[in-house]
């Protein structure tokens, strides 16, 4: 089974609750991978005791102009749709920043001056715990395209770890690099917290999930501040509420040392228990 932690907006508390919950089903006796996604800015690695086990370079494919036979035509540049590629009278010039590794230059291109050629985007590093398996994608600093790292890293764990219950720690938003961490996954939970700004990014979310078609619910953060307008919109829409995690201080104080919560707070083991039933009766 394939699970994404999501959410509509950043710091809504993804990290803390994929991790906790990798460690607590592998507590169980589950075998489980947690792999983060958020490879402009990975974070799950400071919650964990693990050793790096593999690292291996991710590569992006991009167009590399070659002008022997080149005529200039122009074909490439009128067919990339994201501005990655100029004629100019005397050369082709390609951004490698503003590919989509997408071929459409290369494939059209009549005289076959385009070859595709690989460019370092990141890494992909795994580590081992002695709980569970972990992954992340790390993009390189300057690399503005996630979506082809996170690919390569579901890729990597669908591979390596295909009998393990998949955890995947997706980066916050709507956009595309969240569309392709949960495009696969057989259920999407999204966390939110009780405020007007938690709302209005889980209906942006929740959107999302239904144009992709995916099974999803809902984990409400820092239960108890706010309001219950993210209650009365999930009741109105028919979303299940899998969970609500209670606001606390000592939650804060824990996770800022990097230190797994529910081994000393009961009432988030017990929201825990709550997502671990609701996901086995959804397999």
């Known amino acids: 089974m394939k699970i994404t932690i999501a959410s509509g907006k950043g710091g809504t508390g993804k990290t803390t609750l994929s991790t906790n919950l990798a460690s607590y089903l592998a507590k169980m006796g589950k075998k489980v991978v947690l792999a983060d996604l958020d490879v402009e800015e990975p974070n799950s690695l400071l919650f964990l005791k693990a050793e790096l086990k593999n690292e291996m370079v991710a590569y992006k494919k991009i167009p590399k102009w070659e002008s022997e036979n080149c005529t200039l035509c122009g074909e490439c540049a009128k067919n990339c749709n994201f501005n990655a590629i100029v004629a100019l009278p005397s050369e082709i010039l390609v951004f490698p920043e503003l590919c989509h590794s997408c071929y459409a230059c290369s494939e059209l291109c009549p005289t076959d001056s385009l070859p595709m050629s690989d460019k370092q985007m990141g890494y992909i590093r795994e580590y081992k715990s002695k709980e569970f398996g972990f992954v992340e994608g790390r993009l390189d600093l300057g690399e503005e395209m996630a979506v082809p790292l996170i690919s390569q890293t579901i890729e990597y764990v669908s591979k390596n770890y295909m009998d393990s219950l998949k955890i995947f720690d997706a980066p916050p938003g709507t956009s595309c690099p969240v569309i392709e961490a949960t495009k ?15 709302l209005n990014d889980l209906i942006l979310a929740v959107e999302t999930m239904r144009v992709l078609g995916k099974n999803f619910g809902v984990a409400i953060n820092r239960y108890g501040i706010g309001d219950n307008r993210v209650e009365e919109y999930c009741k109105k829409e028919g979303i299940d509420i899998v969970a609500k995690i209670n606001n606390d201080k ?16 009961k009432h988030f083991k017990d929201s825990l228990d709550e997502i671990v039933s609701f996901l086995e009766g959804a397999q």
């Open 184 to 198: 696969e996954s057989d259920f999407v939970l999204l966390v939110t917290e009780p405020t007007i700004f938690g």
């Open 250 to 265: 000592e939650v804060a104080k824990l996770y800022s040392k990097g230190e797994f919560i529910y081994p000393k707070i």
